[in-house]
Nanobody, 122 residues
Framework: QVRLVESGGGLVQSGGSLRLSCAAS????????MGWYRQAPGKQRELVAL???????NFADSAKGRFAISRDYAKNTVYLQMNSLKPEDTGVYYC????????????????WGQGTQVTVSP
């Protein structure tokens, strides 16, 4: 019913930039928040950045000052602009959306994308 499709990952050298995109589609009634999480090899998935419906943002300490998150509310799309990338930013980046569907308008649930690989070489 709901699908999150990510794009924009790839291989980049240290100091470079990448822009990730994630579009949510399907039977969506309301999107409460969207964000990005990262899972590095052998580590747990962790928050990178999120943005609420009201526009409030939250960043991991490692992302502050280097990453920016934005939303296109009309398109249910979230973007992550990543600058000054470091090898430690390497991992699979997952899009997350907290949303209510048209069949359950009163309940917001987490949805996840399939993940996109970001690799930063030294």
């Amino acid at each position: 019913q709901v699908r999150l499709v990510e794009s924009g990952g790839g291989l980049v050298q240290s100091g470079g930039s990448l822009r990730l995109s994630c579009a949510a589609s399907g039977s969506i009634f309301r999107v409460d928040g969207m964000g990005w999480y990262r899972q590095a090899p052998g580590k747990q998935r962790e928050l990178v950045a999120l943005v609420t419906t009201g526009g409030a943002t939250n960043f991991a300490d490692s992302a502050k000052g280097r990453f920016a998150i934005s939303r296109d509310y009309a398109k249910n799309t979230v973007y992550l602009q990543m600058n000054s990338l470091k090898p430690e930013d390497t991992g699979v980046y997952y899009c997350n959306a907290i949303l209510a569907t048209r069949t359950l308008t009163g309940t917001s649930v987490d949805y996840w994308g399939q993940g996109t690989q970001v690799t930063v070489s030294p």
